[in-house]
């Protein structure tokens, strides 16, 4: 581990590790591990890399990187389980946080105050207030000395649950404890005003701010900005032109206020005295004038400030460009969004689903549905593999035939969304319920039986849905019959309910095909419950593997003398490092789990046995 070279990838994986830049700073690992006598790759390179899974707020390969350590015989300390609780803490998820900490007690390391830390990071992260007010008890009770950082966090753990009233309280004790207020606490504060929608705390707050340094007037003018109190911005501005030199990030904020306002003619004013005072615009000055021109519904200046920033070599990304496509889809107009996609073509830039969807609203919002049909499939046929559909695209096409009660049409967009590796949500289903008449409403109530059977559970949107089409008394006839408590159902699918929900469903299907394959034994179900999902995320458990893409098979196998047994064959096996990293992933949720060591599992490929049964052990 000695030399130059080594110094310089030490260096060089502590900057990907603080990025949260998994990927690279796997492959840095590993020519460090490669490089090291065997058991001889110290400490602090491990925990390097545990940095780097920290960052990125991926417990979950943290943990399977963990049980790598311990195999290696590298015993964790503080900061090892430090960056354990700091994966955890900023998923939000203060439980198994809490865990890391048992266990490094149970290590006979003792958690300070850092430690503590972490955890009321979490509970801000998931606005748990109760739980960070507990936190705060436990370590006032252990006579630990709260830092700065532990203070910020409590402060964005009120701010986030919406108590103004805390957040004083807190701010007060932590001024009398002697803590100066950095710019991270005054920026929750202000938060705190904007979440709650008190605009006047969030700007008392900003007043209290120092203006010692660009950055707080920036935070002032962003605050004014957001309240679109356009004339405090300006106010803020000439105010810092008296101490500061302005910069492009100074010309910016004022622009992003006017922009946020609505206020085109004064940006574009401002824009120009900003020119005049030798401060070139940079991408983010021109992607605020576009965005204030599409949000005013002028695409021809739209244009011409994307021209501007081409002629100037600036960088001209699809999310610039797609802002110009939108706001031709939000004013329906279809023949600028597919001139606009055809220049698009004639550039480096590559179009992305976001590109097309943009054309393809414009389109439906003109009525022309042949036409986006038609575009869909052009699109896709030209775009190969680079670029496919989404949700949202299917969500587009298959609503704009409900809206006319063409079931026929809806129903085949439905039906066509697994070809391109999608399942349907429950948002696609209702909006295919909206599309049946009176008439159809049989075929109505089977969609529904599927939808439900697919493991996609109803919305309260999805029943109101229903009872026009069925009626109030046959719908909750079929909930009975389907055991669905409506009680329980939420009004709509936000975005996070969303992403539940695929998880959740994608574990009953796959509990589903289960029962049909092996249902004396269900290994897979035991698999998803028991041992946890990363047996099925091999790129996570592995990431980096040069394996990737060689053939990999897992199999349920049944075997009488035990509860289940998993059998993993295929060229992939010949990575003994997927393996290993395979077996860490089994074993991390389980330690009944093992790699089996029968005369008759020899054979080309690998066994994982569970010999837990539902009322304890029933082997060794």
């Given at each position: 581990m000695k030399g130059r070279g080594h110094g310089a990838k030490l260096k060089e994986l502590n900057a990907f590790a603080a990025q949260g830049a998994v990927a690279p700073a796997w492959e840095l690992f590993q020519l460090l591990k490669a490089a090291a006598s065997p058991g001889q790759l110290p400490r602090f390179v491990w925990n390097?890399?545990?940095?780097?899974?920290?960052?990125?707020?991926?417990?979950?390969?943290?943990?399977?990187?963990?049980?790598?350590?311990?195999?290696?015989?590298?015993?964790?300390?503080?900061?090892?389980?430090?960056?354990?609780?700091?994966?955890?803490?900023?998923?939000g998820e203060t439980p198994t946080a809490r865990a890391w900490m048992t266990q490094m007690e149970r290590d006979n390391i003792k958690p300070g105050i850092l430690h503590y830390s972490q955890l009321m990071a979490s509970a801000a992260h998931a606005a748990?207030?109760?739980?960070?007010?507990?936190?705060?008890?436990?370590?006032?009770?252990?006579?630990?000395?709260?830092?700065?950082?532990?203070?910020?966090?409590?402060?964005?753990?009120?701010?986030?649950?919406?108590?103004?009233?805390?957040?004083?309280?807190?701010?007060?004790?932590?001024?009398?404890?002697?803590?100066?207020?950095?710019?991270?606490?005054?920026?929750t504060l202000i938060s705190a005003g904007?979440?709650?929608g008190d605009a006047l705390s969030g700007l008392a707050w900003a007043r209290q701010w120092p203006r010692t340094s660009l950055e707080a007037y920036h935070a002032f003018m962003d605050l004014a900005a957001v309240h679109q109190d356009l004339h405090l911005a300006v106010r803020s501005f000439h105010e810092l032109t008296q101490v500061f030199m302005p910069s492009v990030t100074t010309y910016n904020t004022l622009l992003l206020a006017f922009a946020r306002g609505g206020d085109l003619r004064a940006a574009q004013q401002w824009l120009r005295r900003m020119v005049a005072l030798t401060e070139e615009p940079?991408?983010?000055?021109?992607?605020?004038?576009?965005?204030?021109?599409?949000?005013?519904?002028?695409?021809?200046?739209?244009?011409?400030?994307?021209?501007?920033?081409?002629?100037?070599?600036?960088?001209?990304?699809?999310?610039?460009?797609?802002?110009?496509?939108?706001?031709?889809?939000?004013?329906?107009?279809?023949?600028?969004a597919k001139e606009w996609l055809q220049s698009l073509r004639s550039t480096t830039t590559t179009p992305d689903a976001f590109s097309f969807n943009a054309v393809l609203k414009a389109q439906l919002a003109a009525g022309d549905l042949p036409g986006a049909e038609e575009h869909f499939h052009k699109f896709f046929a030209a775009a190969g593999r680079t670029v496919q559909p989404d949700l949202t695209t299917f969500g587009m096409l298959i609503n704009a035939y409900a809206e006319v009660k063409d079931h026929r049409q809806a129903l085949s967009w439905l039906r066509a969304m697994p070809r391109c590796r999608l399942s349907p949500t429950v948002v696609q289903y209702t909006q295919v319920l909206k599309s049946f008449t009176e008439e159809e409403k049989s075929t109505g109530e089977r969609l529904f039986r599927e939808m439900v059977e697919d493991a996609q559970l109803p919305t309260q949107v999805t029943l109101k849905v229903l009872r026009r089409l069925v009626g109030p008394l046959r719908t909750r006839r079929l909930l009975e019959d389907l055991d669905i408590d409506e009680s329980s159902l939420e009004p709509l699918v936000t975005a996070d309910a969303q992403k539940r929900r695929w998880a959740e469903s994608a574990l009953r299907r796959q509990e589903a095909q289960v029962r049909k394959r092996v249902s004396h034994l269900q290994v897979a179900l035991r698999l998803t419950r028991i041992w946890g999902?990363?047996?099925v995320r091999l790129e996570k458990a592995h990431p980096g593997n040069p394996s990737q893409g060689a053939n990999l098979l897992l199999m349920g196998i049944k075997d009488q003398n035990m509860v289940g047994k998993v059998y993993m064959c295929g060229q992939a096996l010949s990575d003994e490092g997927l393996v290993s990293s395979l077996n860490a992933a089994l074993t991390a949720t389980n330690d009944s789990v093992a790699l089996s060591r029968d005369e008759y599992d020899k054979r080309p490929g690998s066994d994982w046995i569970e010999r837990r049964g539902v009322g304890g052990r029933e082997g060794s």
């Open positions: 390097t890399m545990l940095k780097a899974y920290a960052n990125a707020g991926d417990e979950v390969n943290a943990r399977v990187f963990y049980k790598s350590m311990l195999s290696a015989q590298v015993v964790p300390n503080a900061k090892t389980y430090g960056k354990l609780m700091e994966a955890a803490a900023k998923r748990n207030l109760a739980e960070a007010e507990m936190l705060d008890e436990e370590v006032r009770s252990l006579g630990l000395v709260p830092t700065e950082t532990y203070y910020n966090s409590l402060l964005n753990a009120c701010a986030k649950a919406g108590d103004l009233a805390s957040c004083r309280r807190w701010y007060q004790e932590m001024l009398l404890r002697g803590f100066q207020p950095t710019s991270l606490t005054y920026s904007r979440w709650t940079n991408e983010v000055t021109y992607r605020i004038l576009i965005q204030c021109c599409a949000q005013a519904g002028d695409l021809l200046s739209a244009a011409g400030y994307l021209e501007e920033m081409e002629a100037q070599h600036l960088t001209v990304d699809v999310t610039t460009r797609n802002i110009l496509a939108n706001a031709a889809a939000e004013a329906g107009d279809a023949a600028f999902h990363d047996v």
